[in-house]
Structure formats: structure tokens, C-alpha cells
């Protein structure tokens, strides 16, 4: 059985006090849940911050990007020993806007994703398809180069430690959510897909769902037999509803 993760991905939003506001009345709701790993992404600059504030509690923190190097002259950047130093155990890689509008491809995803491990760190490997490539047809071609590509050169031992966001590029912040068939079907086609390279351990890794997740959709969402957690955004960023998000009603 694989336990749910539910994410919260902060995005560019929240300074220092209105992230530690929000972490405060998160452990304070959250402290009983022991069935679902709970992890927010805040900005880097409330990372640390967070991390103390959460040290000790079932509420894990993510860094929402990384560069794969150790150190060196990369201004700018941040390696993923700097997020383990700041608290961090996860670290969202390849997510659609960093593909967007930061350059990312499937090459530095794969870069990132052996730094983050390397570093002991669980990534969370964003995959998904734009709206364009849904209309012609295209979901499952392009979801599976990007899995094949990212997780290239993996040992199944590796991809047992990381977690895959399926997250349509047309659902993310619009409001527009994949329904619970058209997830589950191409959530089906990436355990598929990562079978084929990783055998049996295929089964141990978890495939968020995310896109405009809200209250009232996780429920059927995580019905799903193949949706395993969610990925959100904008509904991570009030305590109240990202609470109804992690307290999903689990009809699986
Ligand atoms: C995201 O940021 O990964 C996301 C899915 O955003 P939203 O929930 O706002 O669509």
C-alpha cells in the first residue's frame, strides 16, 4: 500500500511572516494525521523558517527547484545541499512552469533528479502535457518522454525513492481540472511506463495527481485506484482548505 503524499506548492507567494503564519496553523490542524505524508514548498527565502518552525512535526518541507551542482560560480542558483542545510527533504523538479518560462528540458530534469538523490533528497518529478498536445492527441507520447528521459540512467533502487507529479499544463491554475477518469488513465499509463524500466518496484512509487485541486474535488480524485496524492497549488496557500485537501475522504 502506498502512502498518499499531499503537496503544497507555494509558488512565488508568501513572505516570511505570512509563511510562518501559515505552518503554525497547519501543524496545529495537522498534528493527528499519520496516513498521509504532508509536504509544502514555500519560496526559498522562507525555507529555513519554516523548516525550524516545522522541525519535529509529520509536516515536511520542499524546496521548489535546484540546480544540480554541489557549489561553485553559479549565481543565482541553489544546490540541493543547500536545501537538505535549510530543513529540506524533498524538492519539486521539472515542474511545468520552470519548464515554461525557465528553460527546463528533460536533459537538466534528468540532472537534477540524480543531484537531488545523490543528496538524499525525494524529488518530485513534474510531468505533463500542454493543451496543444492534448487536443492532437499527444498526452500519453509526451508524458512518456519526459518520464523516459527524466528517469534515464536510474537504477530501479533510485526510482523506488521518487515521487511523479502528473500535472497537465492546461489544468495548473486554471481552475480547469482533469477529470478523475482522464487522470486515473494516464496515471494507469505512467505505472506502465515505469514498470517497463523499473520491474517491481514500479508498484512502490507514488503518482501525484495535480491541477487546480480544491476541497471539493480531492475526494474523487484520490478514489482513483492510480492517483496517489496530489500536487497543488493555489488551494496550499489557505491553511483552511489545504486542511480539507490532506483530510481527503479515502474511498479506495
Ligand atoms: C501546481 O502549482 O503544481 C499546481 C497544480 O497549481 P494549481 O493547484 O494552482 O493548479
Not at 505570512?18 to 496516513?35: P, Y
Not at 561553485?72 to 521539472?94: Q, R
Amino acid at each position: 500500500m502506498r502512502k498518499p503524499i499531499i503537496a503544497g506548492n507555494w509558488k512565488m507567494y508568501k513572505n516570511l511572516g505570512e509563511a510562518i503564519e501559515l505552518v503554525r496553523q497547519l501543524k496545529e490542524n495537522l498534528a493527528d494525521v499519520v496516513s498521509v505524508e504532508i509536504v509544502v514548498s514555500p519560496p526559498f527565502t522562507a525555507l529555513a523558517a519554516v523548516a525550524a518552525e516545522l522541525s519535529g512535526t509529520n509536516i515536511s518541507v520542499a524546496g521548489q527547484n535546484m540546480y544540480w551542482e554541489e557549489a561553485g560560480a553559479f549565481t543565482g542558483e541553489v544546490s540541493p545541499l543547500m536545501l537538505k542545510d535549510a530543513g529540506c527533504t524533498h524538492v519539486i523538479i521539472g515542474h511545468s512552469e520552470r519548464r515554461q518560462f525557465f528553460g527546463e528540458t528533460d536533459t537538466t530534469v534528468n540532472k537534477k533528479l540524480k543531484a537531488a538523490l545523490k543528496a538524499g533528497l525525494t524529488p518530485i518529478v513534474c510531468v505533463g502535457e500542454t493543451l496543444e498536445e492534448r487536443e492532437f492527441g499527444g498526452t500519453m507520447k509526451v508524458v512518456e518522454k519526459q518520464i523516459r528521459e527524466g528517469l534515464e540512467g536510474l537504477a530501479p533502487q533510485e526510482m523506488e525513492k521518487i515521487v511523479i507529479a502528473y500535472e497537465p499544463v492546461w489544468a495548473i491554475g486554471t481552475g480547469k481540472t482533469a477529470t478523475p477518469q482522464q487522470a486515473e488513465e494516464v496515471h494507469e499509463a505512467i505505472g506502465t511506463i515505469i514498470a517497463q524500466t523499473a520491474g517491481g518496484v514500479a508498484r512502490n512509487i507514488r503518482i501525484l495527481y495535480g491541477g487546480s485541486v480544491k476541497p471539493d474535488n480531492i475526494d474523487v480524485l484520490m478514489s482513483q485506484p492510480n492517483i496517489d496524492g496530489a500536487l497543488v497549488g493555489g488551494a496550499s496557500l489557505q491553511a483552511e482548505s489545504f486542511i480539507r485537501i490532506v483530510r481527503f475522504k479515502n474511498s479506495k
